[in-house]
C-alpha cells in the first residue's frame, strides 16, 4: 500500500519510492512508498519490529537501501552529511551523547551544519540555541552537564539541539517515550507550531495511539516493514486494524471531534468482596 498524500507541489518534502531495506537476510522495509509535503506531520506507527525506526533512519541517509529516497527533491544518496544535516535533523530513540558536556553547548552542537570550516559560533548562533532550550522550557538547565539530567530532561535536550539545527525536515523516533504527561503534551505543542508556521515537516514514530491520532495530519501503520495502512486517524486507528496488526483489543471512541484508543480491560471480572461468589458454600 501507498502512504501518499494529494499533491500539493512537485518536490514533496520527502518522496519514498519503493524503498526496501534488509540486514542479514531479513526484511526491514519491503517496497514502502510514501509521498510528505512541506509542513505536514506524520505520525508512523506499528507493532514492535514493524520498520518505524528503520524507515525513519532510511529517510535521513543512514541507512543502505534499495529505491529512491528525495528530500526537498534532491536524492538523499547524493547528499554529503553535512548537506544531509542542513535538511533534515534526527532525533533517534537513544542517542550518544557527551559526557561532562554543559546542556548549552551540546544544543549548540545543532549548529555544526551552518559553521563554516574551524568556525565558531557566533551571536546568532547562540541566541538560536537559547530560543530552542526556551521552547522545551531547558533553559534553566543551560550550565548543567548533560550527564546529570533525568531521562525526560536528556530526551527535551536531545530534540532542542534538533530544533537548533533549523533543518525543515524532523524525524523523530519516539519523542516523548521518557516523558511525563505534562512535558509530552509541551513537546507536541512546540513541534506542531513549528509545523503549523510552515517552518518544519515532521515525521514522528509514536507508541502512543491517541497523541499519534491527535498530532498527525496522517497516520502510517507499518506491519513487517510494509505499509499496511495509510491515511487520516478515522481510517487507520480502527478496532480491526489495531487486532490484526498489533493482537490488541481496544476501544476507539471520539472526543472533542479526536479519537480515543483505551485498551480493552481482558480480564475476568472480579466480584466484590462480599458477594455470593466470594461466600464458601455450605452443604444442604
Not at 27 to 36: A, G, P, Y
Amino acid at each position: 500500500m501507498n502512504a501518499t498524500a494529494p499533491a500539493s507541489s512537485d518536490r514533496p518534502a520527502i518522496s519514498v519510492d519503493s524503498v526496501s531495506a534488509s540486514i542479514d537476510g531479513a526484511t526491514l522495509l519491503d517496497n514502502v512508498c510514501l509521498r510528505v509535503e512541506g509542513g505536514e506531520w506524520i505520525s508512523v506507527i506499528g507493532p514492535n519490529g514493524a520498520g518505524k525506526s528503520t524507515l525513519l533512519r532510511a529517510i535521513a541517509g543512514l541507512l543502505p537501501v534499495t529505491g529512491t529516497i528525495a528530500l526537498s527533491g534532491t536524492n538523499v544518496a547524493n547528499l554529503n552529511g553535512r548537506a544531509r544535516a542542513r535538511l533534515v535533523a534526527w532525533v533517534p530513540q537513544t542517542p550518544t551523547l557527551p559526557t561532562g558536556l554543559r546542556v548549552l553547548d551540546y544544543v549548540l552542537l545543532g549548529r555544526t551544519p551552518h559553521l563554516g570550516l574551524l568556525a565558531t559560533e557566533n551571536a546568532h548562533d547562540l541566541e538560536v540555541a537559547h530560543a530552542a532550550l526556551a521552547e522545551l522550557d531547558l533553559e534553566h538547565f543551560a550550565e548543567r552537564a548533560i550527564d546529570s539530567l533525568s531521562g525526560g530532561e536528556l530526551q527535551r535536550t536531545v530534540i532542542a539541539r534538533a530544533l537548533a539545527q533549523e533543518a525543515p525536515i524532523l524525524l523523530l523516533d519516539e519523542p516523548t517515550s521518557a516523558l511525563d504527561l505534562g512535558h509530552q503534551q509541551d513537546v507536541l505543542d512546540v513541534l506542531d507550531q513549528l509545523r503549523r508556521t510552515g517552518d518544519r515537516t515532521i515525521v514522528t514514530t509514536m507508541h502512543d495511539l491517541t497523541l499519534a491520532g491527535q498530532y498527525g495530519d496522517r497516520i502510517v501503520m507499518l506491519a513487517d516493514g510494509a505499509i499496511a495502512a495509510a491515511g487520516s486517524a478515522t481510517d487507520v486507528l480502527t478496532e480491526d486494524n489495531l487486532r490484526r496488526h498489533y493482537g490488541a483489543d481496544v476501544d476507539v471512541f471520539e472526543r472533542n471531534g479526536r479519537l480515543v484508543v483505551i485498551p480493552t480491560d481482558r480480564r475476568s471480572p472480579t466480584p466484590p468482596p462480599n458477594s455470593d461468589q466470594n461466600r464458601p458454600s455450605t452443604p444442604d
